[in-house]
Every structure is written in C-alpha cells, then in structure tokens.
C-alpha cells in the first residue's frame, strides 16, 4: 500500500512554541501535499511540495521533502490557538491519479 | 460562496435503507471526488470523475454508485445500508494539471 504514516499521531504544544510533524510514504511520487482538518469540518490545502523540491515555505509553514528516505515534515512556527487542528499529508504517486493520505497527526495548540 | 457543497450534513438510517448524498461545486473544476472518513479518520479515496467519467472506482462495494450529471455535480447513491457504513463521506474537486482538491464540509453518516 502507498499509504502514508504521520508521526506523531498526537501532538500538544503551548502558544507560540513551534510545531513540527513527520509523514512518510513507500512509493515514488509526483508531489506531497498538507492538508489542515478542524474538527467537524472538510480538508483545506495548505502546502504542496514537488518531488524536485527540498524546502518550501508559505507563510508560517516550512515543508520539507527527503525523497531518498521517502518522507516529509511539515513546520508550524509560533503556534497560535486557531491553528488547533488535525494535519494530514497527502501523496500523489507517478501515474496513479490518485492523492494516498496519511492517517494524520492531531495538532493542540493550548493558551 | 460555498466553493464545495454537500448535503446533507447528517444523515441517520437504518440498516437496509437507500440514501443518496449530493455534491455540488462551483469552481469551474473538470475533476471530483468521493472519500470515506472512519472513526480513525483515516481518508480514503472511494471514486473520481473527469468531465462526467469515471477514472476511478477503489474496490467500493457495488452498493455505492456513484452519478455525475454534469461536471460540477457528483452524486452517491448507497444501496442496502450496512453498519460498517457509517463514516463521514467528502466530496472534493480539483482542476486539469493542478493536484490540489477542494474538499466540501462532509457528510456524517450513521447507519443504525
């Protein structure tokens, strides 16, 4: 299965700390996406990273790409309470036309 | 303007029942999508239209069929209803060359 695997399942911070979260995958890809779930709510885009690409950045997010141990990080800094939230990573493998996501790291950011 | 909609939100039956879940998109989008959500939220796709046809069909039960009347709409027909059923279901779209979806708000289903 091309299945992602998000690590850490959970995750509690404070306000203003940074939050990073680890995806990994099994097969080739074209690109890998992050995509931020609030609870009760659809999935909304936030990021995606090209299978050529090492770093990149949107606004207080950093993704990284390591396409030679087939994994990603996606970097939240100075956390704020709205972006409370479960994270998930989303691959979309070389010819499959398909996005494959990963179950999801439960981000809580307390004041 | 609701970019992705779906309805209903809710939905609770009994077991053995039909239901139909519509989804509509507004974007302009040539691509739409069904998932299923379980309790784990695990996401998984179900099915994907391009221009009204079907791309794919992910080892669905043959209950679930899907319609797509036009482009911007992709509708999910559920036949004889079964516990294991009870997910909460989104719709998404997506445009030409360009991988990221649009994903509306979700349907949660409970079959009892």
């Not at chain 1, 850490?8 to 940074?18: C, D, K, R, V, Y």
């Not at chain 1, 999935?43 to 690409?53: A, G, K, T, Y």
């Amino acid at each position: 299965s091309q299945q992602g695997e998000e690590d850490p399942q959970a995750l509690s911070i404070q306000e203003g700390e940074n939050a990073t979260m680890n995806c990994s995958y099994k097969t080739s890809i074209n690109n890998l996406q992050w995509y931020r779930q609030n609870s009760g709510r659809g999935l909304v885009h936030l990021i995606l990273i090209r299978s050529n690409e090492r770093e990149k950045h949107s606004g207080r997010l950093r993704v990284t790409l390591d396409t030679s141990k087939k994994s990603s990080s996606l970097l939240i800094t100075a956390s704020r309470a709205a972006d409370t939230a479960s994270y998930f990573c989303a691959t979309d493998a070389s010819g499959a036309q398909k996005l494959v996501f990963g179950q999801g790291t439960r981000l809580t950011i307390n004041p | 303007d609701t970019a992705v909609s779906q309805t209903p939100k809710y939905l609770v039956t009994q077991m053995g029942n039909d239901k139909s879940i519509k989804c509509e998109q507004n974007l302009g989008h040539d691509t739409m999508y069904w998932y299923k959500q379980d309790s784990k939220k695990f996401l998984k796709i179900m099915f994907s239209y391009n221009n009204k046809e079907l791309i794919i069909n992910e080892t669905v039960p043959n209950r679930f069929s899907p319609k797509s009347p036009d482009k911007a709409h992709l509708n999910l027909h559920i036949n004889s209803l079964e516990l294991g059923d009870s997910a909460v279901y989104f719709c998404a779209s997506s445009q030409g060359p360009f991988p990221e979806q649009f994903f509306g708000p979700g349907t949660r289903l409970t079959v009892l």
